[in-house]
């Protein structure tokens, strides 16, 4: 779960990114640094189809790819329409800003960074009914705690 | 006086182009020539060329009631042959996709016979005899109700119609049954429940944001016509919904 005193912004974008674009925003705001935690947040894209008269069948997606943020491999399950970041203080705000103006420059679509609460600050009712009591606090309310394949860990931004 | 039909109320562009879309004396614009074959491929109730499937026998062959209904109404092309009942399904983007669900639902009910649409917020389906389908499936594609990037031909999986578009403009398709290629032409690669095609079928290059806000029939508020901005309509809508709710509560005014 996330302390309320680390400040909390969302990245929106007027389009879905395409992965390409997502690496880049994403490797200009690592250089920023000051960032604790961040979540991409879109639309799902399934590997398998996953209801209909098609179901089960492979549903293979150009946007459904790894990408590589710093040192990491990052394999993209959504189509990216916003990004949630959590930072040590408010400070990296306007670096952040400055660093979507660059990157959306060339587009002919705006990004907007807005600051807000977008974490879970402490677990639900259902989250105690459907991950039970030892469910990983840290990425509650961001992914499914269930998931075999934890978070990704970003290093040497510091 | 003869009776006249209006299709609509409102002085706006919105409501012009929706009641160019009704009338059915008015011929829809051009936009494409997509071949039956390919329609075929993309609604995927068949293979191309093979025979239609029947759910009874040809009506010439059976006996038929005796039934004043039944003399008055010339059975469609798809009754006659007996052919089975297959669908289209439509999803409209929000962002000022030629056509939406109520207004597909007006428009076929006035251009086409023996259909039965289902609307839907964010789908349109159209049932009808699989012969008959085919023809009228010709029409809604290949005329101006249909943008290869707004409008999707999706029959399962139908989320998107709300949501923002790619950065390429498409619309959000979990399943991405049509691709937008580097030469700029869109091409369905599955058929409409998403199961893939043997070769891809071209539907041309998407409409530009210009032609879109001329031909929408969408309000919007946010870059194209407001909704408040037609006082014709909102005080026929305003006039529809005080006589229903009156006639509610007293049916004698």
């Known amino acids: 779960m996330t302390d309320a005193i680390y400040p909390q912004v969302r990245i929106v974008s007027a389009r879905f990114l395409r992965p390409d674009t997502v690496e880049r925003l994403l490797n200009r705001i690592i250089q920023v640094g000051g960032i604790r935690r ?21 549903n293979p997606h150009p946007d459904r790819k790894a990408i590589r943020v710093g040192d990491q491999e990052v394999q993209l399950r959504v189509q990216v329409g916003t990004i949630i970041l959590e930072l040590e203080d408010e400070s990296y705000i306007p670096a952040i800003g400055e660093a ?55 290093q040497g931004t510091k | 006086m003869a009776y006249k039909p209006q299709y609509g109320p409102g002085t706006s562009n919105v409501a012009a182009n929706r009641r160019k879309q009704m009338d059915p004396n008015q011929k829809l614009e051009k936009m494409r020539d997509v071949t039956d074959e390919d329609i075929v491929l993309i609604l995927g109730h068949r293979a191309p060329g093979a025979a239609y499937p029947t759910a009874h026998p040809p009506l010439a062959e059976q006996q038929e009631p005796d039934c004043p209904i039944r003399k008055i109404v010339t059975p469609t092309d798809g009754a006659k042959a007996g052919d089975r009942i297959r669908y289209i399904q439509f999803a409209d983007s929000m962002f000022f996709a030629p056509s939406q669900p109520y207004q597909r639902t007006y428009t076929e009910c006035y251009r086409f016979r023996g259909i039965d649409p289902g609307t839907l917020s964010g789908r349109q389906i159209v049932e009808c005899r699989e012969r008959d389908l085919e023809k009228y499936s010709k029409e ?10 707004r409008t999707g031909i999706r029959g399962a999986t139908v989320h998107g119609h709300s949501l923002r578009l790619a950065e390429n403009g498409m619309m959000f398709d979990m399943l991405q049954r049509s691709v937008l290629g580097e030469d700029g032409i869109v091409r369905y690669v599955k058929n409409q429940i998403g199961e893939p095609l043997d070769r891809a079928v071209p539907i041309g290059k998407p409409l530009d944001e210009k032609w879109l806000k001329a031909h929408t029939t969408i309000f919007h508020s946010l870059g194209g016509t407001p909704y408040r901005d037609d006082a014709e309509y909102i005080e026929y809508v305003q006039r529809i919904h005080t006589l229903r709710t009156k006639y509610g509560f007293l049916p004698m005014e």
């Not at chain 1, 961040?38 to 492979?58: C, D, F, I, W």
């Not at chain 1, 677990?123 to 990425?139: C, N, Q, R, V, W």
């Open chain 1, 38 to 58: 961040m979540s991409l947040n879109g639309q799902n894209l399934p590997a398998t189809v996953p209801y209909g008269p098609a179901r089960g069948k492979p």
């Open chain 1, 100 to 154: 979507v103006d660059e990157v959306f420059a060339d587009k002919d679509f705006s990004c907007i960074v807005q600051k807000g609460r977008y974490m879970k600050t402490q677990p639900t009712l259902s989250d105690y009914a459907k991950y039970g009591p030892d469910a990983d606090s840290e990425i509650l309310g961001l992914v499914d705690p269930r998931r075999k394949d934890g978070p990704v860990i970003i």
């Open chain 2, 140 to 149: 809604l594609i290949n005329t101006e109700l249909l943008d290869p990037a």
